[in-house]
């Protein structure tokens, strides 16, 4: 049983979204296209420059646009991106400076929900644009 839950355990925490401090790894210039994202699971977040916090979270890449989704709950990720939107991202040892933006414009979450569902073989949990918290991610531009 504890063997069990051992496995259970260090296979979750893949998936879990535990936060930590600060990423590592090397800066790279964002790719134009995004959708090789998709082939990767988790990724890492990384908000508040200042005093680093970090989070493993699913994604979805998509053209140009890549998307990181917190449903409808207001994480601590979620409030640090409402004080300060830049970002930092982390695919295997590329780190990515990125800006926040939540997504408001249902015609958008729909083409997310619909890659969601692809991806992850479920729609978002909630998809009404006005509780959900969706951020689209874009590279900073200063």
Not at 57 to 65: A, D, H, Q, T, Y
Not at 119 to 142: F, I, Q
Request: hydrophobic share 35%; charged share 15%; with cysteine.
């Amino acid at each position: 049983m504890l063997l069990l839950v051992t496995l259970f355990v260090n296979a979750a925490c893949n998936y879990i979204p535990f936060s930590s401090g600060g990423l590592t790894g090397n800066v790279a210039e964002a790719p134009n296209d995004w959708s090789h994202i998709a082939q990767t699971n988790i990724v890492q977040l990384e908000t508040q420059p200042d005093k680093p916090y970090s989070v493993n979270l699913w994604v979805i890449g998509s053209g140009s646009n890549l998307y990181v989704y917190a449903g409808s709950k207001r994480s601590t990720w979620i409030e640090h991106i409402d004080v300060n939107p830049r970002v930092r991202l982390q695919v295997g040892d590329a780190v990515y400076l990125l800006t926040a933006q939540r997504v408001t414009d249902t015609t958008e979450f729909e083409h997310f929900a619909q890659l969601w569902n692809t991806k992850y073989g479920r729609r978002p949990g909630n998809e009404n644009v006005s509780e959900a918290y969706l951020m689209r991610l874009t590279p900073r531009t200063s």
